[in-house]
């Protein structure tokens, strides 16, 4: 599976987004982009994947550019409730595929 | 929301005795997964599954054992505890979507 670099943490002020980056320069054809985060060592929570088109949920939009080597998480309204560390996965959606956790980005998020 | 269950949540226990961390879904989900984490680092797959009778070494060498008899559980065990498997186990599982979903873990103390 293609690794991700990511900034070790970043902040943004609370109403606001959050733009989160993502280098994955290896990634293969048939691998997605996957985000998931982790609030206060809880389980890691699934936020959004995509392909290569832009994506869009209730809870982020996920930026991929064109030549899939980086892409953005997008928190359009941050709230306090945010602040978590936000892992960028790359790997294929095959049967047996696994995730691997890099050490994420630490997003905090200030009143 | 996920219906992935782990017991017990916290455990101490003294040095040498054997445990066994809880892990089950009631999804129907056929992969399964356990995760190592020590505090403010990342998660390491120690072990998954893709099915009763399917049991798989993860990424990260672990004295852990694990069975999957029943497709909703999925149990680890550690036959001689030592202070240095004190840590956070988190258990997970997926189902034929993309998403995989975690348990709220459960954190060990060896003394």
């Known amino acids: 599976d293609a690794k991700t670099t990511q900034p070790p943490s970043m902040d943004c002020a609370e109403g606001r987004a959050a733009n989160l980056p993502c280098n994955h320069s290896?990634?293969?054809?048939?691998?997605?982009v996957y985000w998931y985060r982790q609030i206060h060592s809880q389980g890691p929570q699934y936020i959004i994947h995509?392909?290569?088109n832009n994506e869009t949920n209730e809870m982020a939009s996920l930026i991929i550019t064109e030549d899939r080597k980086s892409s953005t998480l997008i928190l359009p309204h941050a709230t306090l409730r945010d602040t978590a560390v936000y892992y960028c996965?790359?790997?294929?959606?095959?049967?047996?595929?696994?995730?691997?956790f890099g050490k994420g980005i630490t997003l905090s998020v200030r009143p | 929301e996920a219906d992935i269950y782990q017991t017990p949540r916290y455990l101490v226990i003294g040095t040498g005795k054997k445990i066994t961390l809880e892990c089950s879904q009631t999804?129907?989900?056929?992969?399964m997964y356990w995760y190592q984490q020590d505090p403010g680092m990342e998660l390491h797959l120690i072990h998954y599954?893709?099915?009763?009778?399917?049991?798989e070494k993860g990424d990260l060498s672990s004295e852990s054992t694990v069975s999957r008899i029943r497709t909703e559980h999925f149990p680890l065990t550690l036959e001689s505890a030592r202070p240095s498997h004190t840590s956070q186990y988190l258990c997970?599982?997926?189902?034929?979507?993309?998403?995989?979903?975690f348990g709220p873990g459960t954190r060990l103390t060896v003394t």
């Open positions: 996965i790359v790997g294929s959606t095959g049967a047996n595929s696994k995730l691997t």
């Open positions: 290896t990634i293969s054809g048939n691998e997605y």
């Open positions: 599954s893709y099915g009763v009778n399917s049991t």
């Open positions: 997970a599982s997926r189902g034929q979507g993309y998403e995989q979903y």
């Open positions: 999804m129907g989900h056929d992969k």
């Open positions: 995509g392909l290569k």
